[in-house]
Structure formats: structure tokens, C-alpha cells
């Protein structure tokens, strides 16, 4: 093969590669408006009102991810199985943004944590990191929301987030975790705890905390 041939045949697939990249940044922006769409929808929790329409939030939250999943089994078709990993950063931050959303709806409405299920088998899977990445943003968010419950007059929530993110804690203390991105976030998840903590004391001072224990969860 002669140096022009070998530059021809590069250039044939450097622009494969680039149609490939061009197919999945269009899925992926879809992917993250649809993000913003229920993150839309979940933000008007925070609202004093808001508590009192949380199952219709979350019921309109997962039509929503009726869409993500459409798209996310469009995306894999858009690059070859076992090449996971070399497209991977371009859908990695809305996967992450996608697992907090799902995290979120789940922990409204059960308050529990959202399950990962890994099936590298099928080359298209959810990264173990991105999951863990997810579950970090929601401490955020639930810190958040530990602040306005207590605004909106719903005592209990803020000890129920409390106990949920002291055992999300416990839980990523059992890892060691090796990737820096991930540990950065890890170290935020120590103040959401500082957070919720100080709420929770606030209120127990107050004699708030006694008086839920006495007439119940809201």
C-alpha cells in the first residue's frame, strides 16, 4: 500500500468514526432535553405546595423516562456493541444526570434507593461509576430538599432523608474508590450530611422532632 493509499484508507475511517460521533451527539441531545423536562417537573417538589403533589410529579416523571428508554435503545444501535467505551464520554454526563432523575423519583416515592442492574453482555449498559455518580447528585438534592420540608411544615422528611443519606454514606465507605472525578463528588456528599444534620438538629432543639414522633409521619 503506497503512503497516498494509506492516508486515503485513514481518512475513510476517521470520517466513519465522525458520522458515527454526529448520529450520537443528535441522540444524546435529545437525551438531555428530556432530562430537562423532568427535572422541570421534580423541581416543583421544592415548593411549599409541592409536597402534597408528589405522586403526580413522579407519575408524570415516569412518562417521561418512557422517552429516555425509546431513545437510549436508539442510541445503541448508533455504534458498533463492543466499542462501548470509545463513545462513552459522549452520553456519560446525561446518563448520570438521567440516573439522579430516576434516583429521585424512586426515593419520592419509596423512599429507597434505585437499583443497578449491569449487562455488559449487550454492550449498551449502564457504567457502574455513571450509577454511582447519579446516586451522589441526589444526596445533593435531597439535602435540598431536607431544608424546604421544613419550610413547607413537614418535620418528619428531613429525619427520613437523614437516615437515607447516613446509610448512602455507610454504603460508600465500603468502596475504595480509585476514579478522582467520582472521589471529588464522594467528598461533597460529606457536607449534603453536614446539612441535613444541621436541619435535623434545628428541629430537635425546636422540639419539633419529639412533637412528629408524637402525632406521626406527615
Same mark, same amino acid.
Given at each position: ?20 460521533? =454526529?448520529?450520537? /451527539?443528535? #441522540?444524546? &441531545?435529545? *437525551?438531555?432535553?428530556? %432530562? ?52 462513552? =464520554?459522549?452520553? /456519560?454526563? #446525561?446518563? &448520570?444526570? *438521567?440516573?439522579?432523575? %430516576? ?116
Amino acid at each position: 500500500m503506497s503512503v497516498t493509499e494509506m492516508f486515503s484508507f485513514i481518512q475513510g475511517f476517521l470520517s466513519a468514526d465522525q458520522d458515527i460521533r =454526529e448520529d450520537i /451527539r443528535k #441522540v444524546v &441531545q435529545v *437525551l438531555e432535553q428530556t %432530562a430537562r423536562e423532568i427535572l422541570t417537573v421534580l423541581q416543583s417538589v421544592h415548593q411549599p405546595c409541592g409536597f402534597k403533589d408528589i405522586p403526580s410529579k413522579c407519575l408524570k416523571a415516569r412518562e417521561l423516562f418512557c422517552t429516555v428508554r425509546n431513545h437510549t435503545g436508539e442510541l445503541k444501535t448508533k455504534f458498533p456493541v463492543e466499542q462501548y467505551y470509545r463513545y462513552h =464520554e459522549h452520553w /456519560r454526563f #446525561v446518563l &448520570q444526570r *438521567l440516573v439522579f432523575l %430516576a434516583a429521585f423519583v424512586v426515593y419520592l416515592e419509596s423512599q429507597s434507593l434505585v437499583t443497578l442492574e449491569v449487562d455488559r453482555e449487550k454492550g449498551f449498559h449502564l457504567d457502574v461509576e455513571d450509577y454511582l455518580a447519579g446516586v451522589l447528585i441526589l444526596a445533593s438534592e435531597l439535602s435540598r430538599l431536607a431544608v424546604n420540608s421544613v419550610t413547607a411544615g413537614d418535620y418528619g422528611r428531613p429525619l427520613r432523608i437523614s437516615n437515607f443519606i447516613n446509610e448512602l454514606d455507610s454504603g460508600f465507605r465500603l468502596l475504595n474508590l480509585k476514579n478522582d472525578p467520582l472521589r471529588k463528588r464522594y467528598d461533597g456528599l460529606k457536607y449534603d450530611l453536614k446539612k441535613i444534620e444541621e436541619v435535623v438538629y434545628d428541629l430537635s432543639i425546636r422540639g419539633l422532632t419529639k412533637e412528629q414522633e408524637a402525632g406521626g409521619d406527615k
